[in-house]
Nanobody, 123 residues
Framework: VQLQAYGGGLVQAGGSLRLSCVAS????????MAWYRQAPGKQRELVAT???????NSADSVKGRFTISRDNAKNTVYLQMNSLKPEDTAVYLC??????????????????WGQGTQVTVSS
């Protein structure tokens, strides 16, 4: 299973970006999906989560500005980021809890991470 994240870039403060993360490979289903971020010199921070049924949670620092959503048919999670601030600058990483089958036909349930996409917000 591979996760590919894209949609990052350079944006001015107050602007918007939409991140996407697509999972591919031998996938039966995907349970929780999440976005994290990590700024230079800082610990990785949980930004938002979404359950398979659609219930969401987000960090206080992004509430009212960021929205997480998913498309189960496309194995994709999105993060709509509005009213961006310089402190949102970070590498954004997606994580998915995937149920699949390995090469030995054993069913697994484990987390996979995307490679990250850089978001830079200028003041």
């Amino acid at each position: 299973v591979q996760l590919q994240a894209y949609g990052g870039g350079l944006v001015q403060a107050g602007g918007s970006l939409r991140l996407s993360c697509v999972a591919s490979g031998s996938i039966f289903s995907i349970n929780g999906m999440a976005w994290y971020r990590q700024a230079p010199g800082k610990q990785r921070e949980l930004v938002a989560t979404i359950a398979r049924g659609g219930s969401t949670n987000s960090a206080d620092s992004v509430k009212g500005r960021f929205t997480i959503s998913r498309d189960n048919a496309k194995n994709t999670v999105y993060l709509q980021m509005n009213s961006l601030k310089p402190e949102d600058t970070a590498v954004y990483l997606c994580k998915m809890e995937v149920v699949g089958r390995d090469s030995g036909s054993r069913v697994y349930n484990r987390d996979f991470w995307g490679q990250g996409t850089q978001v830079t917000v200028s003041s």
